[in-house]
């Protein structure tokens, strides 16, 4: 394995070394999409750190984790499958190897997870070290902010390494740096002014934002005693693609009992150029560095740019997913409509909490995997208040390559049990201009969820009303179908032909409130509801419950997923492995229309 | 109202008035319980706000909100039924009235929420204040850091009231402080040297740690330019008790249209001798100051004393919640067994899940509320990697007096439908000390939750075991009452009783898994679920789910909370409010069982 080859190496081994996983990772990347300019980034970083430290023994916590490339093709991983299916996962995960210290997914938990995992080595009484990978952008996340300040005393055997990729910074002068020039005692420091004068270039609304909340950080780090007086010896800047300087400081740090952190200025995309000059491109890609097409973030970006233009009152909130989920145009149109918070999940939709209390009304945007790290903003500031906002829930599904970390899976049953708060999943584009509108006249709390990737229209349109909450796509009179969300009412129509059954499908895009007359008619009939999403908590069981309230027993059947992690693969491999494919609908159509 | 004579009135007035309040809300308090050091500290603060601003038109928005009792006494609301049914909330509600311009009841919301009214008033072309009240300790909280550093640029009007109550500052130089200085020109201003070396005497492991967290905080705020950073002009320390200064200084503040962080130095408890002395004990108490009581809290720091001393890896977690979980003598025999991180629920969970990781077990106690606060860390964190933390959950179901903001009536359809989590409820706190046991040898995430209030022991004890998931406490065959949770258990045996109707109670402490084998040898009979808590997504949901999921058509009635919002009452009358008395099971009891 390379990791213990290049235990120890030299700057010129290390340097081959870096090289050589620049060119595994950007083909890789090329063949399988993944992140790239993030992992370019951190290449000579993560060489450094295994010539110098003592994997798995000591534990190297990633956050957010789109950066571990490196760390896998050296601790024996091939990227050749890469996010497919079986092959490697593109975020750390320890089932997959013990090099891989601490799950990662979200943003902004190595730092709380270092200090965990450190009271519990110092409990036991063992002895390594813990090391926590931090970006500056994670580092604005409530969650590390929290950690950061919490004790003036930090752990020892400690290191956390911001890796600074946005940030011009002031050459440091504290005294342990120095202190630790003194110690490499062999050359001098070189000066990184050309390096550091370097402007972050993220474009957008995102970077906009990012720069801000960047500079913001950035103030106190150029006080030197940001970290210092959090509890940790600041070192730093280093140059981070200077091996020498990163092998010669690690070698230090590693010596040091005391709690560190060390400062690492990289840049995003290095090494490949066109990722160095257009970094957020090439944040995440598909293969062949296309964009993903995602056919509902298309939609609700044109239909919010639509809206925007004829109510003055409508502004949309995210949280570092500008692009993702759909709203580029609209920050080119109206960018001082746009509230990017970055990656602050929490404070963006109590934010938008305020925002709908002062009298406009906010769309907040954001993937299923991380509105749930705002769950009590939800319940607490906005449905408690019964403020109109719109949450639009994209990547709600199975969402293919990035895995268990970033599943859409739970949304349904989380929040349809908020009180004040309505659920919709429109069958395709086309209906989801119908939800919004609907959502938008409530002027309650509505959550709107849709998943990525190709969403063909399919056809028909009967409006959405109070009266006409569910839409009947197929007449049948034996067996009812109840198919909730878009690709479940795409499979379900599909299902039915392939099944031979003439089952009635019904698109069910209301989840919350549900369409308690159609429930009533069919209650004589076989039910089936489906769903991509947990069954447990989800749709099918909010059907369950409802014929439970009066006690009406009924032959209801409830296809969901089971309630486990989906690993990554395609989406339509995630729908096979829980056995909800258009094949396992159809056969237990069939099986079920039999039964007696 | 007193809130329009205080305009402008004079600081004799206004210490008259002072006066008057604490007199009113040390009576409210001694006959109904509350919060009281926390009201008393802010008493001068408020009526100085309301001397300067013209609420409603400007907006006051409180954090965590239990400091509001002078706000609701100005603003015309007796506090003779304060957090009575139909009395006044403890906590600031827009539905009570239009002065409490946004909710609270969690922590670290008010800058968030400013913010974002801010963004609808310029938006709007609005003029008015927004007025955000912070504590010390809220100001750890992630949303609040996350808003703080939001940008380095805030929003103009925007008034930010930092009223620190714990910590020794320096006397303050900034630049603006003086300008203000100037401005009010008539006096020097007063050296706060006495006032503020004063030390900070919570008491406890929860007073440690708070105050750990704001010297790492005050460590900032010294530099002066913490808040400049951010965007704020700095202004203070003013005494917080010195009606003269308070009203100087926010007049001059009222003018100035920059974002300003007024930083206001209070005590706790003030003007009440034993409230001074011991702030901690007077935080929240019950009628005429006597502290609550909680037999499942004190049953499980028993518990967790007994469990420390037989194994070293047993560590305890909590978020400022030390004593209210239960905690004290834990804190007093395990001090370096137990992690206080402040309100900060989230980092507290990640840590758990480090500490899981890095081989010891952490037993994390929150109530109900505030753990959804950390809901993506119990996702992310803990269960993907399928970790042995247990979810100690205290205040599960009504909480009584502390009303809609802190219901725990959510959890359990939160928390059922996360991957690898168990969930249970014992009956009684015999119980509690068997399934605690039970969770620990299962080593894989647990919750294990329970409510607030007297909890009686109930007598029979079948211990619980992989086999004994539920528990049969009464006989009978037709109607089989599965009841989930202390207060519902209880109530079923009454109910049972009343009913007349020789039904079986079963006692079901495990929420996941379910007693499978006990439901498939029931499915014929008729089955009522009874939950305290949403029927939406809950216990009764699973059973129905459980059913569902081979369309077994049963005669299945679930009863739990209507998902609604439920307001302050006792915990007694909000189940009646609910229809979940006992009286009212008796009657669906009776009404089922008669039936066809």
């Known amino acids: 394995m390379l990791a213990e080859e290049i235990k120890g190496c030299s700057v010129a081994q290390a340097e081959e070394c870096a090289a050589w996983l620049r060119g595994q990772m950007i083909d890789a990347v090329r063949e399988n999409g993944g992140h790239l300019a993030s992992n370019l980034g951190v290449v000579e970083l993560i060489v450094a750190l295994y010539a110098v430290f003592d994997f798995p023994h000591d534990k190297l916590i990633f956050d957010v984790g789109h950066q571990c490339y490196a760390h896998k093709l050296l601790t024996g991983r091939s990227l050749d499958r890469l996010r497919k299916q079986d092959g490697v996962s593109g975020f750390p995960d320890p089932q997959e190897s013990e090099y891989d210290a601490f799950i990662?997914?979200?943003?902004?938990?190595?730092?709380?997870?270092?200090?965990?995992?450190?009271?519990?080595?110092?409990?036991?009484?063992?002895?390594?070290?813990?090391?926590s990978l931090i970006g500056d952008a994670s580092l604005g996340n409530g969650v590390a902010l929290e950690a950061v300040f919490s004790s003036e005393k930090?752990?020892?055997?400690?290191?956390?390494?911001?890796?600074?990729?946005?940030?011009?910074?002031?050459?440091?002068?504290?005294?342990?740096?120095?202190?630790?020039?003194?110690?490499?005692?062999?050359?001098?420091?070189?000066?990184?002014?050309?390096?550091?004068?370097?402007?972050f270039k993220e474009t957008g609304a995102f970077g906009r934002k990012l720069r801000k909340i960047k500079y913001t950080i950035k103030g106190w780090m150029n006080k030197n005693d940001f970290f210092e007086r959090c509890g940790f010896k600041y070192v730093g800047p280093v140059n981070g693609h200077d091996l020498h300087e990163l092998l010669t400081m690690l070698g230090n740090i590693s010596k040091l009992e005391e709690p560190v952190l060390l400062h690492v200025v990289t840049q995003k995309g290095k090494g490949?150029?066109?990722?160095?000059?257009?970094?957020?491109?090439?944040?995440?890609?598909s293969k062949n560095f296309a964009a993903g097409e995602n056919s509902?973030?298309?939609?609700?970006?044109?239909i919010l740019c639509e809206r925007a233009a004829l109510d003055e009152s409508l502004v949309a909130v995210t949280a570092a997913m500008t692009e993702g989920v759909g709203l580029s145009d609209f920050a080119q149109q109206y960018p001082d409509r746009l509230y990017d918070a970055g990656i602050c999940e929490e404070a963006a939709v109590t934010m938008a909490a305020g925002m709908a209390k002062g009298g406009i009304s906010p769309v907040v945007c954001m993937y299923s995997t991380f509105l749930q790290r705002a769950y009590d903003q939800i319940v607490h500031d906005v449905c408690l208040q019964n403020l109109p906002v719109i949450f639009c829930v994209d990547r709600a599904g199975f969402v293919g390559a990035d895995g268990k970390t970033h599943q859409g899976l739970q949304d349904l049953s989380a929040l349809r049990t908020i009180?004040?708060?309505?659920?919709?999943?429109?069958?395709?584009?086309?209906?989801l201009a119908d939800v919004f509108d609907y959502a938008w006249n409530k002027?309650?709390?509505?959550?709107?969820?849709?998943p990525n990737g190709y969403a063909p229209n399919l056809g028909q349109r009967q409006p959405i009303s109070d009266y006409y909450l569910w839409e009947t796509l197929t007449e049948g009179e034996e067996l009812i179908v109840l198919a909730s969300g878009a690709r479940a009412v795409a499979r379900a129509i599909d299902a039915r032909r392939i099944s031979g059954c003439p089952c009635r499908v019904v698109n069910c895009r209301t989840i919350k409130p549900l369409d308690e007359?159609?429930?009533?008619?069919?209650?004589?009939?076989?039910?089936i509801t489906f769903e991509e999403g947990y069954a447990c908590g989800g749709f099918?069981?909010?059907?369950?419950?409802?014929y439970a309230s009066y006690a009406q027993p009924v032959r209801l059947k409830i296809i969901g997923a089971e309630n486990k992690f989906i690993p990554h693969a395609t989406t339509l491999e995630q729908a096979e492995a829980c056995h909800l494919s258009v094949q396992d609908l159809a056969r237990k159509i069939k099986a079920f229309s039999e039964q007696r």
Do not use: Q, W
């Open 154 to 199: 930090k752990p020892s055997d400690f290191v956390v390494i911001l890796n600074d990729n946005g940030m011009s910074i002031d050459k440091n002068h504290s005294a342990l740096y120095r202190s630790l020039c003194k110690m490499s005692a062999k050359r001098r420091y070189r000066t990184f002014n050309s390096f550091l004068s370097r402007r």
């Open 272 to 285: 490949y150029e066109a990722a160095e000059a257009d970094p957020a491109r090439f944040h995440g890609v």
């Open 443 to 450: 002027a309650t709390p509505c959550v709107i969820r849709y």
């Open 104 to 131: 990662a997914g979200h943003s902004g938990t190595s730092i709380a997870a270092g200090i965990g995992m450190c009271a519990a080595r110092d409990r036991i009484g063992d002895r390594y070290k813990v090391i």
């Open 540 to 546: 099918g069981s909010a059907v369950a419950e409802y």
């Open 296 to 302: 509902f973030a298309v939609a609700l970006g044109r």
């Open 517 to 527: 007359r159609l429930l009533r008619d069919i209650a004589d009939r076989k039910i």
């Open 419 to 431: 009180p004040n708060l309505s659920v919709f999943a429109p069958k395709d584009c086309a209906e």
